[in-house]
């Protein structure tokens, strides 16, 4: 699995291209359509469809207009997908004082799901805690986190549907995986999960 990170643009949020036998998922289309598209076709690859780690508004900027331009379908964990059609509980409303809403998700995914790339799985990690539905997606050696876990701290859960006690819970489960894998976080710079969860350690502490 190779995984491509598109330059962040809107709100600093971090996009992800998985490839892998000429085929691509994308993780959180925050930025522009075309340079998803473009960064897709520099790995002659086609897109197959778009995963989310959770529905904030800022991991889903371009959202509506990349299923059109792609003609793929989006997938999002069935309790984040109410945030999808819903400006308030996707938290644009909060920062920005008006409605923004997306088409609901094409497919509804839940914990422990593989989702299958080429020849290789991906599988869905429940990390509630940020938001009701925030996901990891793991793929080997790889794990996108989305806003659950950052390379230096945690994602806040002072937001819709967020809880700090599932948040520990949340870490608590990932301390289960090997320390070695790579995590590609929602914002900022990719860690290894040993390293990453060891500074999440300050703030639960």
């Known amino acids: 699995m190779k995984i491509i990170s598109i ?23 925050s930025v522009s ?6 960064a897709v076709a520099a790995e002659d690859a086609i897109i197959d469809g778009i995963l989310l780690t959770h529905g904030h508004f800022d991991h889903i900027v371009s959202l509506d207009t990349l299923r059109k331009c792609a003609c793929v379908g989006a997938a999002i964990h069935k309790a984040d997908a109410p945030m999808l059609t819903d400006g308030r509980k996707n938290a644009f409303y ?3 004082g008006q409605d923004r ?5 094409e497919k509804l995914i839940t914990d422990g799901e593989e989702i299958s790339l080429g020849e290789e799985k991906i599988s869905v990690i429940h990390t509630p805690g940020h938001s009701p539905g925030s996901v990891c997606y793991l793929c080997g050696d790889i794990m996108v986190t989305g806003d659950t876990l950052f390379a230096d701290t945690i994602g806040r859960c002072d937001l819709w549907g967020g ?3 599932e948040m520990l819970a949340s870490l608590e489960l990932l301390r289960k995986y090997d320390r070695k894998i790579k995590i590609y976080p929602g914002h900022g710079p990719s860690a290894t999960l040993g390293d990453a969860l060891d500074n999440a350690a300050y703030y639960i502490n």
């Open 7 to 29: 330059c962040p643009q809107s709100f600093a949020s971090n996009c992800y291209a998985l490839v892998s036998g000429g085929h691509a998922l994308i993780v959180d289309p």
């Open 33 to 38: 359509a075309q340079a998803i598209m473009n």
């Open 94 to 96: 909060t920062f920005f």
């Open 101 to 105: 809403a997306y088409s609901p998700a």
């Open 163 to 165: 809880s700090d006690a």
